[in-house]
T-cell receptor, first 112, second 114 residues
């Protein structure tokens, strides 16, 4: 079963605009991670936020985590056409053998 | 190597045949994971290896699926008597330690069962 559910399922924006994707999950976590996938192949790790952190930045990426609401958001600022990809959140559930459970993904399309 | 290597990149097989998929993780990464992804879907966990511990096989969908990791490095995922519903991209990932680190994924093996 999917631990994380991303919202929206698909997002289309113009280059230069900001893109926000949300992720909700069900159980307590140790950390939450975001990944990007191009062309349905290997995923690339973007950022990891631990359960005791509320916000994290990496370049044009900003991730927030609200453990009380069991939700996270990924903001991509000043988007570029190269940001076109699918974005997945993944959770490392607390108290279990460590394996990431991935959400269903948000398909981002950035147009010129 | 510099990244996680998977082979073959594509595999077409006839229904009922057995297939073996290979994963070479990053040297020094102790944890290795197999996932599969059906078209347009999220990732489905299959199996996880951590050092010398017993693997977590809780995601294997049936007893036709098995995996091993030899010498703490290379892993092979075997699917016996393939079915059409096994068609998917099979992704391998490794991480430095078992928790708290991001995964490095390979490019996957696209399996098509005809």
């Amino acid at each position: 079963s999917q631990q994380g559910e991303e919202d929206p399922q698909a997002l289309s924006i113009q280059e230069g605009e900001n893109a926000t994707m949300n992720c909700s999950y069900k159980t307590s976590i140790n950390n939450l991670q975001w990944y990007r996938q191009n062309s349905g192949r290997g995923l690339v790790h973007l950022i990891l936020i631990r359960s005791n952190e509320r916000e994290k930045h990496s370049g044009r990426l900003r991730v927030t985590l609200d453990t009380s609401k069991k939700s996270s958001s990924l903001l991509i600022t000043a988007s570029r056409a190269a940001d076109t990809a699918s974005y997945f959140c993944a959770t490392d559930a607390d108290g279990t053998a460590s394996k990431l459970t991935f959400g269903t993904g948000t398909r981002l399309q950035v147009t010129l | 190597g510099a990244g996680v290597s998977q082979s073959p990149s594509n595999k077409v097989t006839e229904k009922g045949k057995d297939v073996e998929l290979r994963c070479d993780p990053i040297s020094g990464h102790t944890a290795l994971y197999w996932y599969r992804q059906s078209l347009g879907q999220g990732l489905e966990f299959l199996i996880y290896f951590q050092g010398n511990s017993a693997p977590d096989k809780s995601g294997l969908p049936s007893d036709r699926f098995s995996a091993e990791r030899t010498g703490g490095s290379v892993s092979t995922l075997t699917i016996q008597r393939t079915q059409q519903e096994d068609s998917a991209v099979y992704l391998c990932a490794s991480s430095l330690l078992y928790r708290g680190y991001g995964y490095t994924f390979g490019s996957g093996t696209r399996l098509t069962v005809v």
